[in-house]
């Protein structure tokens, strides 16, 4: 067996762990840092979590706040724009995926004259211009410990995938304390991602014996944790326990990588607006029925882990408790299907040759342990537009 591994040098996990900024850096030997967030962490006062430690040892920071949910090359550009002003040694990035993810793009783009579209996969991108610090207040997307970074291309509408050492954050702050004011419908669909990243992880081609127990954990505290997250969101150790397992399934994903649903879902975000962990949710049961007979000891055990299947439940019997579970798990979390999300049957239909290209060109079903053709992912699409909810 041989593989890599991916983390960031240091991860400092635990509530109120936030206030321990100013130190982290002086840690690390960094002193002039840019944040980068959006506008709801200002507008809250969520930032100040991250300014008043900075303020209380002095250190000088600027604010970028103008990044936008499903980050897009604009603003990327934007915020490498205020780079070429001051002379940062380090960014912090801020809130959910979307801040993170283009702290990330923004310290690559900023490393070469390379446009970001030329960075997407199978490109490496491996150069960042600086350091990155993550800090996510949603649990989540993993992007604080992972080696990619997602950003819309906005002149075709593609959600791209860019991957290497450039995107790694050198350090991570994961405070569970900073999620406990995430709304509902947004804890159901980051902590639904999570989910997907751990159990794609583990079924992956690519998995290896690192990204495995890193699933197998992730798993367990997501599936014992996200609906107690999403009816009491004030739930001090449900919210921990998702910001730890949202961080395992990203150092999970991180090193076996994502798979079909991931593949599949960029598309719907970029065409239709939808927010990530959403369109993963859409997809997840269809998706997994239809690997299930492939890889039916990986998913009833990953059955047994989340809590739908009882250990002593026989591979057959607990794989088929993964799919009805899944099923279950969305009509509870209210996630609802592409129809009932509003988007348009014949727009839907006319998409779906170009979704399927552009989820196989991705690389991500490949790693899939069913790898679907064209035909087969369109198929698949039409299978989810029809679900009834
Ligand atoms: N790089 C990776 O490895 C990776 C993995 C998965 C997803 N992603 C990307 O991450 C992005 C999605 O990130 P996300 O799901 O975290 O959503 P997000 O960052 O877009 O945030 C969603 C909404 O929640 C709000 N929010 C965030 N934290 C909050 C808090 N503590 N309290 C109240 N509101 C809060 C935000 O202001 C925003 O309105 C997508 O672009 C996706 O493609 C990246
Ligand atoms: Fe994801």
């Not at 406990?180 to 690519?206: I, K, M, N, Y």
């Not at 998995?207 to 954990?217: E, G, M, T, V």
Request: aromatic share 6%; hydrophobic share 50%; charged share 20%.
């Amino acid at each position: 067996m041989e593989f890599n591994l991916f983390a960031p040098r240091l991860l400092r996990v635990g509530g109120g762990k936030v206030a321990e900024l100013a130190a982290l850096l002086a840690t690390l030997g960094l002193s002039r840092p840019l944040l980068v967030t959006d506008p709801f962490m200002v507008g809250s006062g969520l930032v100040r979590r991250c300014l008043d430690p900075l303020a209380r040892a002095g250190i000088e920071v600027a604010v970028f706040s103008d990044t936008v949910p499903e980050p897009t090359d604009t603003v990327v550009r934007a915020g490498v724009r205020l780079l070429g002003a001051h002379a940062f040694d380090c960014l912090i990035g801020f809130g959910g995926g979307s801040p993170i993810d283009t702290a990330k793009a923004m310290a690559i783009l900023a490393s070469s004259d390379r446009p970001l579209r030329a960075c997407k996969v199978p490109y490496a991108a491996d150069r960042a211009a600086l350091p990155v610090i993550t800090i996510p207040t949603t649990a989540g997307t993993g992007s604080e410990v992972t080696r990619f970074t997602v950003i819309t291309d906005t002149e075709c509408d593609e959600k791209m995938l860019i991957a290497g050492l450039g995107a790694l954050p050198l350090a991570a702050i994961v405070d569970y304390e900073l999620t406990l004011s995430v709304p509902a419908r947004t804890t159901a669909d980051t902590g639904l991602d999570s989910l997907t990243h751990a159990l794609e992880a583990w079924v992956s081609c690519r998995a290896n014996p690192y990204s495995d127990a890193q699933a197998l954990a992730a798993m367990a505290l997501i599936g014992a944790n996200l609906r107690t997250a999403f009816h009491e969101p004030a739930n001090a150790a449900a919210r921990e326990a998702m910001a730890l397992g949202a961080t395992l399934a990203g150092l999970a994903f991180g090193n076996a990588s994502v798979a079909l649903v991931h593949g599949m879902s960029r598309p719907i975000g970029a065409h239709f607006h939808v927010p990530h962990g959403l369109s993963n949710a859409m997809l997840l049961p269809v998706a997994t029925r239809f690997a299930l007979a492939t890889a039916r000891g990986h998913y009833a055990e990953a059955a047994r882990r989340i809590g739908f299947a009882a250990p002593a439940d026989d591979d057959e019997t607990a794989s088929g408790r993964l799919a009805d579970g899944l099923v279950a798990l969305n009509v509870e979390l209210g996630v609802p299907s592409p129809r009932a999300y509003g988007i348009d049957a014949a727009a839907w239909e006319a998409k779906l040759e170009l979704m399927a290209e552009q989820a196989l060109a991705s690389g991500s079903p490949a790693n899939n342990p069913r790898v679907p053709d064209k035909a087969e992912i369109i198929a698949l699409y039409q299978r989810v537009w029809a679900v009834n909810t």
